[in-house]
DNA sequence: GCATACATACAACCATGTATGTATTTTTAT
DNA sequence: ATAAAAATACATACATGGTTGTATGTATGC
């Protein structure tokens, strides 16, 4: 076949990103073949291979493509030194972004559910591990900090926050017909930061 | 190779379950072979044909040697019509069950972290909804409901305080060395109950 | 004219599943 | 009770396909 102009090379790169990332979604990673991904983008294994060293690094590039959506907007709370209600509306906004971006509800999914490799693993990390981080700094603020219930230090609170967002995605991801996230999402997000608040 | 004796061919059973435990927790589900797990065990690939139809069995059967320790207890709760403070010990042991029991832990870990299979989120799904089923119609009786926040259904706390769950279990299965979950837990669990509770 | 952006062809390897062999155990018939 | 028959609990051998990686071809943009 006939070389590609730059431009359109970029996009079957993109398209074969697209294509890893919906037979990922629907099969898992695993279960997936180069082919079936190179069938889907409408190319053949050796556009894959062209642009990707090997399965591997075109997960990456798949992972590459999604930011943590709460991770700049954590940043600057924590800058700003913004309020606890702030961060509030920073939790519903994430949640409802899962539920109504089709990328991000496919990558997390896969994430989540759809992957059992270690880099998938390191990429959770990476990309809960900082908005721990984060947490524990703007709860460790004194003016943060003293709204907390009394015994909670920044470093716990930062954990149930996080770990209570991590079983929410999960348990949508796993059922997202089953109930509506959009819906829930400020009384789910209530319940925690009662729990952590002093009454 | 002889025959084995009827006792002896249990006990090569459980061998292979033992193995296949501990392989799927090292490498993962998909990436383990039934040759790998037959070496583990200190038998051949024919011995695990015997017992088990295929690999797809055999990971079913791993996983149903663990039975959701929490259920059980939330039936007793229910039945009982035991106080909310019962239920809070429940889910402190729960959490310090997963820390403490190898078992536990390896089984748990293989289902959330280390397979990406439909069987592995039905085994999911089948261990955490009847737990959520419990918990709604505990959450139901009128002197439970009663100490709930002023706007949270049986339906949402059931859901948030297992959520909340999978969040602890999901986060502490990624990285058990990171923190102590049983000195954590009574923490944990305090939150979400703070959070549920009317103040 | 040379590098590019692929398609096509080829080699090699696992992993699976099944078929077969076999030494015992267990059962059955006498 | 005992010998023959049958079933058991595997090990071994083999056939197959699917997937990966690489090597090569090739038309075209630059």
Redesign the pocket.
Known sequence: ?????????????ESILDAAEKMFFEQGVS??????I?RAA??????I???FR???ALFEAMLGRVRNPMEARLADLLEQQRSIDALRDICVDSLRQLATSEHHFRVFSILFLRTESDTGLAAQEEISGRSVQLLQQYFGIPAVRNTLAADITPELAALALNSHFVGIYFQWLKTPDHWNLVEQAPALVDIIFRGLQRR
Chains 1, 2 share one sequence.
């Open positions: 076949m006939a070389r590609k102009t730059k431009a359109e090379a970029e996009a079957t790169r279960r997936t073949s180069l082919e079936q190179a409408g190319v053949t294994r050796g556009a291979y062209w642009h090997n399965k591997q």
